[in-house]
């Protein structure tokens, strides 16, 4: 009898454990390092000079960059970063 129980407990306990970690947030502060990084580690982007603030999951971008390749870029590595809810993007051209 044991060793039908002892399956069906584990495979219950691995069954919550599972949903209670996906509904986990993520907090902003963990949100907003995880986006500098990305920037900063992108060499299209090289997002140094750039502002990421996040607010419940949305993050807003802003800085200059030269090209609209970068503002695109940065906007998608933004989005890639998890608990990541929205991307406002005010990243600005250089003159």
């Not at 970068?70 to 590595?77: D, H, I, P």
């Given at each position: 009898m044991k060793s039908r129980f002892f399956p069906l407990l584990l495979f219950i306990f691995v069954l919550f454990s599972?949903?209670?970690?996906?509904?986990?947030?993520?907090?902003?502060?963990l949100i907003t390092d995880q986006v500098r990084i990305k920037l900063a580690g992108d060499q299209l982007v090289k997002g140094g000079a750039l502002q990421v603030d996040v607010k419940d999951g949305v993050v807003t971008l802003s800085g200059p960059v030269e090209e609209s390749?970068?503002?695109?870029?940065?906007?998608?590595?933004a989005k890639k970063v998890k608990g990541v809810k929205q991307v406002i993007n005010n990243i600005s051209f250089r003159k």
């Open positions: 599972a949903s209670f970690a996906k509904d986990t947030p993520v907090s902003d502060n390749k970068q503002k695109e870029r940065a906007e998608k590595l």
